[in-house]
């Protein structure tokens, strides 16, 4: 049977109903193990058995390795030995964890480790510099906005439009509907909006010193720092913030300004991945510890700091569960080399 990347990843998590999710999932799962580096011949052979079910089986198997990226090449995997053609560098998150229940299966990914350089120096000042500079800024603002979700929350509003807001963790926005533009004024966070037809009250969500305006689609907004990213999954969005011409994107397109700065599509966006949080993932490829630590700082309490230069640029392919972050820091205790230090609302990775 053939297999690989799918070509129409824009669609990938779009429109899903709950039996496609239920099998989406699976399909990840399986292929996670696939190559964890501890799957035995045959689960590859049960695999294709599984895909081969329905077309929505071979659908969400062909997603899944979209979604995968890299991970995604079975048919390679099963026409060759996979313990030799694997990159030997390129060392499974808990896969030795895999045999211990403290680690679910699924909770796995691939780390490209670098060369350990063992060093504090820094940490003191570095925790209390992370420790003066939490948010406070974000709790002012949340503090007066209409809707609301703490850290590791999420949650679906049926706006007064008939439209539908999906909010990423620690999101907040308000909203003005009163007049001839229905405006969403998005204060910090990510929110992904399901826009209700209205051509006479264009939707418009303000962010940082910027807006992005549609009719009637679905498009997700988020603010990151001093950056705001507009991503449409479906119909067309105009990004403005007065520096510059507008930025007209696409279905599978993602635009990006700061302040001062006219809005730019960035090409780079991993749109097949984007809003798998709605479905308790969070799912990278090869994407630097770093960025993965930032994301996952969002949906868990407390502060995660990466101490060191040389772990923050190692390569993170994975797949996680938003419930279950503690798993990915244990992984990458057992498997870089890397210290990780829990204090009461701190944690270090050096």
């Not at 799912?283 to 700091?305: C, D, K, M, W, Y």
Request: negative net charge; charged residues 25%; glycine residues 8%.
């Amino acid at each position: 049977m053939a297999s690989g990347i799918s070509t129409d990843q824009t669609t990938v998590l779009q429109d899903y109903n709950d039996d496609m999710i239920a099998l989406s999932d699976q399909a990840i799962d399986r292929l996670v193990r696939l190559h964890s580096g501890d799957a035995k011949s045959a689960e590859f052979h049960e695999f294709d058995i599984w895909r081969a079910q329905s077309a929505e089986h071979e659908r969400a198997a062909r997603d899944a390795e979209g979604l995968l990226g890299a991970l995604g090449e079975t048919e390679t995997a099963r026409n060759s030995d996979w313990r030799e053609t694997v990159d030997p560098q390129r060392i499974p998150i808990a896969s030795d964890v895999a045999k211990k229940p403290s680690v679910p299966a699924r909770s796995r990914g691939f780390i490209r480790r670098r060369p350990v350089v063992s060093t504090l120096a820094g940490l003191a000042a570095m925790l209390m510099l992370m420790i003066a500079g939490l948010e406070a800024g974000g709790i002012w603002a949340r503090y007066h906005a209409d809707y609301v979700t703490e850290t590791g929350q999420y949650q679906t509003i049926d706006l007064p439009d008939g439209s539908v807001a999906h909010m990423n963790t620690a999101s907040a926005f308000s909203i003005d509907f009163s007049g001839d533009v229905r405006r969403v004024s998005l204060a910090s966070g990510e929110v992904i909006f399901e826009v209700a037809k209205d051509a006479d009250h264009p939707f418009v969500v303000a962010a940082l010193d910027g807006e992005a305006m549609a009719v009637g689609t679905v498009y997700g907004v988020r603010i990151n720092d001093d950056c705001a990213k507009v991503t449409v999954q479906e119909g067309v969005v105009e990004v403005r913030n007065g520096a510059g011409p507008a930025l007209r994107l696409s279905a599978g397109e993602q635009g990006a300004y700061q302040s001062g700065q006219a809005p730019e599509l960035n090409a780079d966006a991993d749109i097949a991945t984007y809003g798998s949080w709605q479905r308790g993932k969070l799912i990278f490829n090869s994407q630097p510890l770093g960025a993965v630590i930032a994301e996952a700082q969002r949906h868990t309490s407390g502060r995660i700091v990466v101490a060191r230069d040389d772990l923050r640029d190692m390569k993170v392919t994975g797949v996680f569960e938003t419930a279950r972050l503690d798993d990915l820091l244990q992984s990458i205790e057992q498997t870089t080399g890397a210290h990780v230090l829990k204090l009461p609302l701190l944690t270090v990775i050096y």
